[in-house]
């Protein structure tokens, strides 16, 4: 069996922004989605989800991908075993990361010779199939890990502290709420603008601040960006809850992470207080992760 992990991502700064080209930083995470494989007689895929064969609507994005491999080799039969460290649906790229690791394992197993560079842009092509719409952040972060300046795709300094993050474990739909900011920011367009292009100079300024390893001032930009998320209309009560949490327990910063509207938040925290905003963010009715970004993006375990 070959097994192959992909790891998720948090925005830093920047989500919905990018969305209208303006700069964000995203970063991979330790959380990673294992998904194994070997040849079979028929198609198999399981996971927590169950046990299918070729199935859109159970196993949408392992589905398209061995459809999509098809292209480059003849898959008559594999056995695909998903593990996932990473919540389904809340904003930490967890399917991007089953998409990229499933890719990255079927190119080891039928030696298809893909790059790096090819598995971020097929990953990105099964993500629009099944979303509809999807920005190429996900995918590309998770096959190449790392603290990523976007859209440049540039790779910034490792963040050197720990990362908790807390779920609210409330859905949200992310074409939902990109819709939402997009019907604000053409109702509102000289208000809302400047918003937007407000978050994308955040990044930017960032930037040095993430080479020097200055998490007190990012913190502070991280916090201004929150304030910003919730200006158009990406927050809620139940994140609100879990990032006031964070940053009354003493967290360097805490914010949304992705889309909004539920799904999870993002705090930074100094070595020897995560333990106690985790604990912070499950008071206030979160589950709490502790973790850290990774360099690594997708591989062979
Ligand atoms: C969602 O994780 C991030 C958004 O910026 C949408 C996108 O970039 O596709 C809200």
Do not use: W
Request: hydrophobic fraction near 40%; include cysteine.
């Amino acid at each position: 069996m070959i097994t192959c992990s992909a790891p998720g991502k948090v925005y830093l700064f920047g989500e919905h922004a990018v969305v209208y080209g303006e700069n964000a930083i995203c970063c991979a995470v330790e959380l990673r989605t294992k998904v194994s494989v070997e040849k079979s007689d028929e198609i198999i895929i399981e996971s927590i989800l169950g046990r299918t064969r070729l199935d859109h609507d159970t196993h949408p994005y392992v589905s398209y991908v061995i459809e999509k491999m098809r292209q480059f080799v003849d898959i008559p039969g594999v056995r695909i075993v998903i593990e996932s460290e990473l919540p389904v649906g809340s904003g930490l790229g967890s399917s991007a990361a089953v998409t990229v690791a499933s890719i990255q394992a079927l190119n080891h197993l039928y030696e298809c010779g893909l790059s790096l560079e090819d598995i971020a842009k097929t990953g990105h092509e099964i993500e629009k199939m099944v979303q509809g719409n999807a920005s190429p952040t996900d995918t590309y972060v998770s096959t190449m890990g790392g603290v990523v300046m976007i859209p440049q795709r540039k790779k910034l300094e490792l963040i050197n502290c720990p990362i908790v993050v807390g779920n609210t474990h409330k859905f949200s739909s992310t074409k939902q709420l990109v819709g939402n900011v997009s019907k604000l920011r053409s109702d509102f367009p000289s208000v809302v603008e400047p918003i937007l292009s407000n978050i994308g100079q955040i990044s930017i300024l960032a930037e040095k601040l993430v080479a020097e390893g200055d998490y007190e001032t990012i913190g502070k930009l991280m916090n201004i960006n929150q304030g910003l998320l919730d200006a158009i209309g990406v927050g809620c009560a139940e994140l609100s809850s879990l990032v006031y949490a964070a940053r009354d327990n003493g967290a360097i910063s805490a914010k949304i992470t992705g889309a909004g509207g539920g799904g999870c938040m993002v705090a930074l925290t100094r070595e020897d207080n995560a333990e106690a905003i985790a604990k912070a963010i499950e008071n206030a009715g979160g589950e709490a992760i502790i973790t850290k970004n990774t360099a690594e993006g997708v591989r062979l375990e």
